[in-house]
């Protein structure tokens, strides 16, 4: 089945530093990638997603990339603020009409001001 | 907004004892789902459940595992006989749209102790 890595698992960077996390997934057909946020005690919030069809989105601050041939998507946080401060997860959704996430191990980003 | 709500938000229980979490999914949902994280580690899906019944569900979903939709609002997460290896942090999520088409909107999470 579908597997995804995620890297690095702790990143701490300085404030309006930029900030990138890796995944890679196992499953080439996969064909949907969403980021999830989770401050601390809190619930997991989607922040940004991209589809097989798209190389690249971006909302703001944040942008996903994603390589179809190198089975790979990346977070990019630029100009990051202490309130970005958080557990990003990556997920792939496989194909073969299936209805889960498969998440990544999740990474804390620390922005220190 | 409207969100999932999740209760209790931490139980602590004994090995074999009987658990139940409740779900409130967002009202106009049609997919549910549980999903879980022990301590420092991934989240993993557990079940999915669509109109009335079970979709999907993972390895770790055994037979000591049962989710049920009693009366159109609130969706339940059943563990039989609890082990240690079950505490956890489990999520209820729900989304308008199969989750690999729409956005899943996650509750705030039960956590269980199992002693």
């Known amino acids: 089945g579908e597997n995804v890595e995620q890297h690095p698992s702790t990143l701490s960077v300085q404030e309006g530093d930029s900030a990138v996390i890796k995944c890679t997934y196992s499953d080439s057909a996969s064909n949907y990638f969403p980021w999830y946020k989770q401050e601390l005690g809190k619930r997991p919030q989607l922040i940004i997603d991209i589809r097989s069809n798209v190389g690249e989105k971006k909302d703001q601050r944040i942008a996903v990339t994603l390589n179809k041939t190198a089975k790979h998507f990346s977070l990019h946080i630029t100009e990051t603020q202490p309130e970005d401060s958080a557990v990003y997860f990556c997920a792939a959704s496989p194909p073969y009409n299936t209805d889960k996430l498969i998440f990544g191990t999740g990474t804390r980003l620390q922005v220190f001001p | 907004e409207p969100e999932v709500t999740q209760t209790p938000s931490h139980q602590v229980t004994q090995m074999g004892q009987e658990v139940i979490l409740r779900c409130v999914p967002i009202?106009?949902?049609?997919?549910f789902y549980w999903y879980r994280q022990i301590l420092g580690q991934k989240v993993e899906f557990l079940v999915s459940?669509?109109?009335?019944?079970?979709?999907?569900k993972s390895e770790i979903f055994d037979d000591q595992f049962s989710v049920e939709r009693p009366d159109g609002s609130n969706f339940t997460l059943k563990i039989r006989s609890t082990k240690l290896e079950d505490s956890a942090m489990y999520f209820c999520?729900?989304?308008?749209?199969?989750?690999?088409?729409?956005?899943?909107?996650f509750g705030e999470g039960s956590r269980l102790t199992v002693l």
């Open positions: 459940f669509y109109n009335n019944e079970i979709s999907e």
């Open positions: 009202s106009n949902h049609l997919y």
């Open positions: 999520a729900s989304s308008a749209l199969a989750s690999n088409t729409g956005e899943l909107f």
